[in-house]
């Protein structure tokens, strides 16, 4: 049974996202990778250390240096280490049936919902959204050593616990949504056990350092400066807005199938405050109106399971299954081949004739108009080109318009 549905999961996570193996880079990749070469190695760790920003993706830094150590500037390596990601977390969705009040008839088909649900492609394809892939590997974790050190009381699990909780921290701010979880797992399993109480109090009050140590940045940090996030922003708009978006279509079908099978508490609650929750720290962003696809990874863990708690609920699954199956996978990997891969595709090949440009040109290059800020173009030119970060300059940049190579793509939409 476990080893059928280990090869049926993965199959389906890798099936799904097949065609965008072969994608080359897209615009904020190299900044990734640019980053990662500074700081991933072990000389580079203490810099890392001091920056406020990327300190909160160091798992993710980590692993892009020690692909590109082993396998240069290959869009295929990165791709596949993202492919490979997806496809163990969907495992780790599976696995959250070892959790009693989930259990595995429910877990098992989230799971699989999971490996091919289009709405977290971003996530999935863009390999500077690799900090999404790691925080959700490493939350799970949390919560799966968590739960088993609720039920069966040994140690060894309460200290996993602890350490994938860290490494979730140290792999995106949002593993931060996980301590009311572990909270109410407490509550649920265990209440009077004071042992859990006391380690839940020990990450809350790393939680709060942790905190306190993003804040306490304050000019120093690139995000809380360039509008990207704002607790000015209209939150609540966001959230109640990106929580509708995520539902449709498969989660409103699952709450109407619970809802006529009287299941809406236990599991289903558990799954949409899940959903809520993991998206609320993405809701303070101010430049769009609602949670951009890379960043509903961890929320669609909920989804999943709400998924998954309405195909147990139904009496006559056995008899749907065939074409629930098809319906599922016609939409979301028709939507995925279809619409997306031509979007990425199209994302890719801005980046790259700036490239084409910048190879035949003697910098300073200075761009006039293009869909990628000049700084992620620099970073583009840097890695695949070597040319110097200040050899791209805005427009704007004051000695700019001497330059005689200007770029302007009028090609992309």
Known sequence: MILRFTAAATAAALFAYLPFLGLPFISDDYTQIRVARAYGPPGGWGELAADPLY???????????AVDSMFGLSPLAHNFTGHSLHALNTLLVGALGLWRRIGFAVSLPAALFFAVYEGHQEAVVWNAALPELLVFAFSALTLLAWVQWLQTGRDRYAWAAAAAYLFALYSKESAVVLLPFLALAWWIETPRRLAPLLLLACCTAVTIAYAAAIFSAGASHLHLNDGTFSLSAPFPLTAGRSLMRMLWIWGVAALVVLA??????????LALGW?????????????????????TYLAAAG???LVGAAWNALPVRRRLAGGLVCALLAHNVGYLW???LPQFERRAAATQRFLDFAADRQPPIVVDCAPYA????????????????EAVLDAAAPGSLSSDARYCDLDHP
């Not at 300190?55 to 240096?65: E, K, M, P, V, Y």
């Not at 000049?374 to 970060?389: E, K, N, T, Y």
Request: proline fraction near 6%.
């Open 374 to 389: 000049p700084r992620i173009l620099a970073d583009a030119a840097a890695v695949a080109l070597g040319l110097p970060l």
């Open 55 to 65: 300190r909160c993706r160091a798992t993710s830094l980590l692993l892009t240096a």
């Open 260 to 269: 006529v099978r009287r299941r809406l508490q236990g599991t289903a609650a």
């Open 303 to 305: 989804l999943a399971l």
């Open 338 to 340: 279809m619409r997306k």
């Open 275 to 295: 959903v809520f929750a993991a998206l609320l720290p993405y809701s303070f962003l101010s430049y769009m109106d609602r949670v951009p696809s890379r960043h």
